[in-house]
C-alpha cells in the first residue's frame, strides 16, 4: 500500500527532477537527499522545496542567486537564464527538422515554480490566531529563558501574521549576519569583488602587498576557486621579471581600516584579528569552518607566505615588514575575491565570524565611513535605514553577532528577510539563498533529523551565546506559502542547556512546517 504522502511525493518528483538538471549537479545532491527524507511533505512543499533547494527565486535573481561555494551553481543559473526560451530547458539539443533527437526540454522555471513560496498562490496566508495557538505553547518552553520574542511575516504581502514582543530589541547573537549581508549587498551589489593587489615603489624597488579586505584569500592548494595568493605571487613574479628585478625589498599594507583589530571579545578561536591582510581567515588548521587556532599577526604571516610564493617563482624577498604603498605607486598584480553573493553566502551557511567583519569593513568603506568597528556599525545601520526597515532601538555593534552589545528585534530580522524576498530587491537575494537548509546544510546540517516535514523546508540562520539561543529564516508552510520568521530568546536558566534550547527553536520553526494555520 502506497502513503498519500508518497503518492504527493511521486506526483512531485519530476519537478523537483526538472528543477535540479536546469540549476546543476550541485542541487541535484541536494534533491537526492531530500527525497527519502521528506516523504511526509505535502505537494505544494514539495514545489516550493524544488524553488528552495533549487535557488531559482526570480529570473531578474538569476545572477544573485547561487552556490554554497565559489563555483557551481551560479554558473549553471546564468546558463539557464540566458537559454530562457518558450520551451524552456538548457541542455538539451533543439529539433531538427521537425525532427526532435533529445528527450523533450525540461520547462523553463516559471512555469513549473510560480514564484518561490507561492507569490502567485490564490492559498491565503496563515491566519495569526492560529499561529498564535501553535506557536504561544512552543515559545513558552522554559528552557528557552525568561525572554522571547518572535515575528512570522508573510513574504508574498509583507504583512506581520504573528508578532510576540516584536519590536523588543535583545541580543540577536549570530542571525546579526542577515543584517550584515542585507547592507553589504545594497551598499556593494552581489556582484562586487575584494581585490588583493601588489605594487612597486619607484624609487625604491619595494614590493608591497596590499590588503583589500578579503578574509577568503587562500595560500591552499587546490584553491577551489577563492582569491589565491600562490597566483598572486605568480604574477607579481612575472611584472618583476620583465622589469629584470629578481631581488625586492618585500612590505606589506594593512592601512585599509583602523580602529582596534582585536574583535571587543578578545582572542578568541571563533574569529582572527580584523585586518585586510590575511589567507584563509588566519586558521592554523586546514579547517574552512568553525572554530579553530588563529593567527597572532595575519597580515605578517600572509607576507611571510607570498614571500616563499615569490621565492617559488624565482623572485628573492626579503623578510617582509608593515609599510604602505605611496600614490606614486605602480601596479604589478591583483587577485579578486568571488562576487560579494558567494562571500553571503558562505558567511550564513558557515556562520563565518571572519566574513562578517570583512563584509561590515567593505559597507564602511563603500560609505565614506571609518574602516573600523565604529564606523561598520554605523555604516550598515545607515545602508538598513535607506531599506525602510524597522530599526527602532537596533544597535549594530560588529558584523559577526559576537559582541553582546548588539541589539535587534524580532520585526527587524524578519523584514530583512521579507526584504531580501522582495521582487524589487534582486541583490538581496543571497541572503535568502545562502541561509543554512535544515538537514542538509552549515549550521543546520545536524539538526532536524527527527523532524521529515522541516528537512529541507525550514533554512535558517542559527544564533548562539551562553544564555542567548536565535533562529531566523524561512520556512514553506503546508500549502506552499513562503513564511519568514524570527525567535529570539535569551535569560536563559543558570547552567544554561543550549542543546534543549535550539531543539525548542526547532520544534517551533517544524510547527510552522506543518501549519495548514487558515
Same mark, same amino acid.
Given at each position: 500500500?502506497?502513503?498519500?504522502e ?11 527532477? #526538472? ?10 545532491r ?16 514539495l ?7 533549487? =535557488?531559482v527565486l ?9 552556490p ?15 537559454s ?11 529539433? $531538427?527538422?521537425?525532427r ?7 520547462? &523553463?522555471?516559471?512555469?513549473? =515554480?510560480?514564484?518561490?513560496?507561492g ?18 505553547p512552543l ?33 540577536p547573537? $549570530? ?11 545594497a ?7 575584494? #581585490? ?54 618585500l612590505?606589506?599594507d594593512?592601512?585599509?581600516? &583602523? ?24 586558521r592554523?588548521?586546514?579547517s ?17 607566505k @607570498? ?31 568571488p ?26 568603506l563603500?560609505?565614506g565611513?571609518?574602516?573600523? @568597528? ?11 535605514r ?31 528577510l ?23 546544510t ?17 533554512r ?20 506552499g506559502?513562503?513564511l519568514? @520568521?524570527? @525567535? ?20 517551533a520553526?517544524?510547527a510552522?512546517?506543518?501549519?495548514g494555520?487558515?
Amino acid at each position: 500500500m502506497v502513503v498519500p504522502e508518497l503518492r504527493a511525493w511521486r506526483a512531485a518528483r519530476p519537478h523537483v527532477v #526538472r528543477v535540479a538538471r536546469m540549476v546543476g549537479p550541485h542541487v541535484t545532491r541536494v534533491t537526492r537527499a531530500v527525497r527519502p527524507r521528506a516523504v511526509r511533505l505535502t505537494t505544494p512543499q514539495l514545489t516550493a522545496v524544488a524553488a528552495t533547494v533549487g =535557488l531559482v527565486l526570480a529570473a531578474g535573481a538569476a545572477t544573485a542567486a547561487g552556490p554554497w561555494d565559489s563555483t557551481g551553481q551560479r554558473t549553471a543559473e546564468r546558463d539557464w537564464a540566458a537559454s530562457r526560451t518558450p520551451e524552456g530547458g538548457t541542455h538539451h539539443a533543439r529539433a $531538427s527538422a521537425g525532427r526532435r533527437t533529445s528527450p523533450r526540454p525540461a520547462p &523553463s522555471a516559471a512555469s513549473v =515554480l510560480p514564484g518561490l513560496g507561492g507569490r502567485a498562490s490564490t492559498v491565503p496566508a496563515p491566519a495569526g490566531k492560529a499561529l498564535a495557538n501553535i506557536l504561544d505553547p512552543l515559545l513558552a518552553d522554559p528552557v528557552l529563558g525568561s525572554v522571547r520574542t518572535a515575528v512570522v511575516v508573510d513574504v508574498a504581502t509583507g504583512e506581520r501574521l504573528y508578532g510576540k514582543g516584536a519590536e523588543q530589541v535583545q541580543t540577536p547573537a $549570530s542571525t546579526t549576519k542577515i543584517a550584515t549581508g542585507v547592507a553589504a549587498l545594497a551598499a556593494l551589489g552581489p556582484d562586487h569583488r575584494i #581585490r588583493t593587489r601588489t605594487v612597486l615603489e619607484p624609487d625604491t624597488e619595494e614590493v608591497v602587498l596590499v590588503g583589500g579586505g578579503d578574509p577568503t584569500l587562500t595560500a591552499r592548494k587546490p584553491a577551489d576557486g577563492w582569491a589565491d595568493l600562490g597566483t598572486l605571487a605568480e604574477k607579481t613574479a612575472t611584472a618583476l621579471k620583465a622589469r629584470h628585478m629578481d631581488h625586492v625589498t618585500l612590505s606589506y599594507d594593512t592601512s585599509l581600516y &583602523s580602529g582596534p583589530a582585536l574583535h571587543p571579545i578578545g582572542v578568541n578561536d571563533n574569529i582572527a584579528k580584523v585586518t585586510p591582510l590575511m589567507t584563509d581567515e588566519g586558521r592554523l588548521d586546514r579547517s574552512t569552518s568553525g572554530p579553530a587556532g588563529r593567527s597572532a599577526d595575519p597580515a605578517a604571516d600572509a607576507a611571510r607566505k @607570498f614571500a616563499d610564493l615569490l621565492h617559488d617563482h624565482g623572485v628573492t624577498a626579503t623578510a617582509p615588514g608593515p609599510s604602505k604603498a605611496t600614490n606614486r605607486s605602480q601596479a604589478l598584480a591583483s587577485v579578486s575575491s568571488p562576487p560579494l553573493s558567494t562571500l553571503v553566502e558562505r558567511m550564513l551557511t558557515n556562520s563565518d565570524n571572519d566574513i562578517a567583519e570583512a563584509l561590515a569593513r567593505q559597507v564602511a568603506l563603500a560609505s565614506g565611513e571609518e574602516a573600523s @568597528f565604529d564606523g561598520d556599525t554605523k555604516a550598515m545601520h545607515a545602508q538598513l535605514r535607506k531599506l525602510g526597515l524597522p530599526l527602532d532601538g537596533a544597535r549594530l555593534a560588529d558584523g559577526s553577532g559576537l559582541n553582546r552589545a548588539d541589539r535587534l528585534s524580532a520585526d527587524l530580522l524578519a523584514a530583512l528577510l521579507a526584504k531580501a524576498g522582495d521582487p524589487a530587491h534582486p541583490e538581496l537575494r543571497p541572503v535568502l539563498t545562502g541561509l543554512p537548509v535544515a538537514g542538509f546544510t552549515g549550521t543546520l546540517s545536524g539538526r532536524y533529523a527527527d523532524a521529515p516535514t522541516a528537512t529541507g523546508v525550514v533554512r535558517a540562520k542559527t544564533g548562539s551565546l551562553t544564555g542567548v539561543n536565535t533562529l531566523a529564516g524561512t520556512v514553506v508552510d503546508k500549502d506552499g506559502r513562503l513564511l519568514a @520568521f524570527a @525567535f529570539l530568546t535569551s535569560d536563559a536558566a543558570d547552567p544554561p542547556n543550549p542543546e534543549e534550547a535550539r531543539a525548542a527553536l526547532d520544534h517551533a520553526a517544524t510547527a510552522l512546517a506543518a501549519c495548514g494555520c487558515r
